[in-house]
């Protein structure tokens, strides 16, 4: 399998994942209170927002790739 070919089917994989979350989101602890002996943190859940633009590029550019992978495949 030629690695055009690879990086197209890496793209399409990332371009549905994008398009179905549509954001990644993690839990940051953070530190509020820290005297002496005395701690106290609290968890906030933030988002990175992903754009459904950003993935439908990402998926078309992907379905491209593996065209032109497969048309470059069979030319002798």
């Not at 398009?19 to 940051?28: E, H």
């Not at 005395?38 to 993935?55: E, F, V």
């Amino acid at each position: 399998m030629k690695p055009i070919m690879l990086i197209g089917i890496v793209l399409i994989v990332l371009g549905v994942v994008a398009l179905a979350y549509q954001g990644i989101t993690y839990t940051s602890r953070e530190k509020i209170i820290d005297i002496g002996p005395i701690h106290a943190t609290a968890d906030t859940k933030k988002t990175i927002p992903l754009s459904p633009i950003l993935g439908g590029v990402a998926l078309a550019g992907g379905i491209v790739l593996v065209i032109s992978g497969i048309k470059a495949k069979n030319r002798p």
